[in-house]
């Protein structure tokens, strides 16, 4: 079960012309099997540069990126076998889907992975149902799809492939709330069943504060920040110097303990914000 | 990485070859080319290198952009060579031989004439934005517009395909990520295969296209464009004393070029 270790990232774009831009630099990470961790950063601080190594569509301008142990980008062949472990979807997929039927565009992958016919099938099966994409639709044209569809046909191409770590940048960008709700949903559904290793690039702290394990906060390249959201949202302050919102729930508690109210320190979630409020008010009223 | 094709592309500056105006910068170049094919001897070619050398240091074009812009180029220039080589009469380099003292001078003849040519041209890319270039162009023909030519039209799409070059080649670069994470190659796998599996990248590649068109189309008609009449802009091109100076430059390389073909030199 594959483990990703990051060890002093860098990547510099059209290195050597007038138009160089370094957009990660000296970034090392370890995320071991199983976990949930959210991407988070100001736009442009270089998430998804980061997550494009993960699976060797970019090579490292320096540093080293290994799965299970071994370097990625060894050679070839060695990149293009990975990316049947670490399966990336990318930001608004759906302007990448390409065949004629839903089926054969969730089937491009399997098919790469010279899967038996049968196999295949089974896979495509199963991740239509992995994000709710009914299979009355397996033969329509993708392009004809809604935009939430789309953007779950897609997904399922990449989950078909059964990737072991399954990356998605920003799946929910510009869906309405429930949209999101039912994308992350059959995310976290299959990681359930799975188990595999999810990173998810995200704007939204309270998806972050809700779902993840693990945060890791991107600013201008480098990574300011890493730890379990206890860890991250007990230094709100340095979350806004960097230009990033805490989620509502600890924003309300900053205003709550302005005011005089004594909360505890890590609260970021809505319950954890409501079992607070209510302790409180318990003790006040005793 | 398909977007380090450097074809062709702009490298913003502020050098004096960057300020020209670009109507000087057009003619010029035709100038120069007119001049490299009048060029009959050693001496027209050192002089038009050594033009070629004195723009390049002037407009800081390094000499490792031009090698790149080239590259494509590298099999044809080669043919070249060894075809003038092998192939023109004279005296042999050693009896016998198929190669002769008069076939490699016009191999190296051949080769810097190319060379320059393709190098001029970029030139002329490298230190003129698209949009200069399309407005320079539509200048210097407006006198066609009395014959009913659609000078700015044609202009007009010119400088939308330039400007969607770079645009197209981001988007095809996505796709093909986006194909690879899915186990895509493009890489490994015999010429036919990897053909094959190009195939696929053109269909939303064709998509997108068609969506930046309509898109295009709307926002242009919303801003009320209706074609080029009365059209005024908001940088006005102007012809300063460096364009008088440069145009002078470009005479005197052709006239002495001309002359020094009449003395076989
Ligand atoms: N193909 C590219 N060529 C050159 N520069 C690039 C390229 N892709 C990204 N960059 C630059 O690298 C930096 C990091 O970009 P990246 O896309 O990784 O940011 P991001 O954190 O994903 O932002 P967003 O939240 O907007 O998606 C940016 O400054 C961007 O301009
Ligand atoms: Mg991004």
């Known amino acids: 079960m594959p483990e990703i270790r990051v060890e002093d990232l860098s990547h510099t774009y059209s290195e050597g012309t007038p138009f160089e831009k370094t957009a990660i630099e000296h970034i090392s990470v370890t995320v071991p099997h199983g976990q949930l961790v959210a991407v988070l950063g100001h736009t442009g601080s270089g998430k998804s540069t980061f997550i494009q190594h993960l699976n060797a569509l970019l090579q490292p301008t320096g540093g080293k990126v290994y799965v299970d142990g071994k370097d990625i980008n060894a050679d070839k062949f060695s990149r293009r076998d990975v990316k049947s472990q670490v399966g990336l979807v990318f930001q608004y997929p759906e302007y990448q889907l390409f065949e004629e039927t839903v089926y054969q565009d969730i089937a491009f992958g399997p098919k790469n992975q010279k899967l038996s016919e049968q196999e295949i099938d089974e896979r495509v099966r199963e991740a239509a149902a992995f994000v709710g994409v009914d299979e009355a639709l397996f033969n329509e044209s993708p392009l004809e799809l809604s935009g939430g569809q789309k953007r779950r046909v897609a997904i399922a191409g990449v989950i078909a492939m059964r990737p072991g770590v399954l990356i998605l940048d920003e799946p929910t960008a510009g869906l309405d709330p429930a949209g999101c709700r039912q994308i992350l949903d059959n995310i976290l559904n299959y990681r359930e069943k799975t188990g595999s290793t999810v990173l998810l690039v995200s704007h939204s702290m309270d998806d972050a504060a809700r779902l993840a394990d693990r945060l890791l906060v991107f600013d201008k390249g480098t990574l300011a920040m890493d730890g379990t959201p206890e860890q991250v949202f007990s230094e709100p302050e340095k979350l806004i110097a960097i230009g990033l919102n805490v989620p509502q729930a600890a924003a309300i508690a900053m205003e709550l303990r302005r005011r005089g109210l004594s909360l505890p320190g890590a609260i970021y979630t809505h319950e954890q914000l409501k079992a607070a409020i209510l302790a409180e008010r318990g003790r006040r009223t005793c | ?265």
Request: hydrophobic share 50%.
């Open chain 2, 1 to 265: 990485m398909l977007k380090d094709i450097t074809l062709g592309q702009y490298f913003p500056g502020d050098t004096v070859v960057h300020r020209l105006d670009p109507r000087t910068k057009l003619l010029l170049v035709i100038v120069y080319i007119v001049a490299l094919f009048q060029a009959g001897g050693w001496v027209g070619y050192a002089l038009v290198l050594a033009a070629t050398v004195a723009a390049m240091a002037l407009g800081r074009i390094r000499p490792k952009n031009i090698y790149n812009g080239l590259k494509p180029m590298l099999l044809i220039i080669a043919l070249t060579a060894v075809l003038n080589i092998f192939y023109t009469n004279g005296t042999p380099v050693r009896p016998g031989w198929p190669i002769t003292w008069e076939g490699i001078a016009r191999a190296v003849q051949m080769v810097l004439r190319i060379v320059l040519l393709i190098t001029g041209t970029f030139l002329l890319t490298y230190t003129t934005s698209p949009m200069a270039l399309t407005d320079g162009l539509e200048k210097l023909l407006n006198p066609l517009k009395k014959l009913h030519v659609p000078v700015h039209e044609m202009t007009m799409m010119m400088s939308m395909a330039l400007r969607f070059i770079p645009t197209l080649i981001e988007e095809t670069d996505k796709i093909m990520s986006a194909q690879k994470a899915r186990g895509a190659d493009f890489e490994t796998g015999n010429l036919v295969e990897r053909a094959k599996a190009l195939l696929p990248i053109l269909v939303p590649l064709f998509v997108s296209a068609f969506r930046r068109a309509d898109e295009l189309a709307v926002a242009m008609e919303s801003r009320c464009y209706h074609g080029g009449e009365g059209r005024t802009r908001m940088k006005q091109m102007s012809m300063e004393r460096r364009d008088a100076v440069a145009l002078t430059l470009g005479a005197l390389l052709l006239i002495a070029v001309i002359a020094l073909r009449h003395f076989g030199l």
